[in-house]
């Protein structure tokens, strides 16, 4: 049995999988903005070295893990058959698309955070107002 598993590495040299790669953006908490676009930027990178690792890899040579007679996984390279550069190229673009709908979520989310702290600042400012006002207004009734 043959298997392909896509894997980049990051800016630690750790390798990652597209399931961990899409279980960091998911996991961004959305709450800390500062954190959040450093993080988002940091994702994005690796997101487009990934897609273009993956796209060099589904337009030529492949490399592969096959176990030997002793159980060991061996690592070749093998050219692609048509078939499977159009097959790769699938699977690329359908986590590109997965990628696109989390990272929306995820930056809407964030939005309505962002809305929410907004909103707040709004509110004390209107408050702030209505005090001095208040307070100038008692100056004058005395």
Same mark, same amino acid.
């Given at each position: 049995?043959?298997?392909?598993?896509? $894997?980049?590495?990051?800016? =630690?040299?750790?390798?990652?999988?597209? &399931?961990?790669?899409?279980? %960091?953006?998911?996991? $961004?908490?959305?709450?800390?903005?500062?954190?959040?676009?450093?993080?988002? %930027?940091?994702?994005?990178?690796?997101?487009?070295?990934?897609? @273009?690792?993956?796209? &060099? *890899?589904?337009?030529?040579?492949?490399?592969? #893990?096959?176990?030997?007679?002793?159980?060991?996984?061996?690592?070749?390279? /093998? /050219?692609?058959?048509?078939?499977?550069?159009? %097959?790769?190229?699938?699977?690329? $673009?359908? #986590? +590109?698309?997965?990628?696109?709908?989390?990272?929306?979520?995820? +930056?809407?989310?964030?939005? @309505? *955070?962002?809305?929410?702290? =907004?909103?707040? &600042?709004? $509110?004390?400012?209107? =408050?702030?107002?209505? @005090? *001095?006002?208040? &307070?100038?207004? %008692?100056?004058?009734?005395?």
């Amino acid at each position: 049995m043959i298997t392909i598993v896509p $894997i980049f590495a990051n800016a =630690q040299g750790n390798e990652l999988s597209e &399931d961990e790669l899409i279980n %960091q953006i998911s996991a $961004i908490d959305t709450k800390k903005i500062g954190e959040f676009i450093e993080k988002m %930027q940091e994702l994005n990178k690796q997101t487009e070295y990934y897609v @273009k690792q993956r796209a &060099d *890899e589904c337009s030529g040579d492949i490399i592969t #893990f096959e176990p030997n007679d002793k159980g060991e996984k061996i690592e070749k390279t /093998k /050219k692609l058959t048509s078939k499977e550069k159009s %097959q790769c190229l699938i699977r690329l $673009i359908r #986590f +590109r698309k997965r990628i696109a709908k989390i990272m929306y979520q995820v +930056r809407f989310k964030n939005l @309505k *955070e962002l809305h929410k702290m =907004q909103e707040a &600042d709004l $509110i004390k400012s209107q =408050q702030n107002s209505l @005090k *001095e006002l208040e &307070d100038i207004e %008692q100056q004058y009734k005395r």
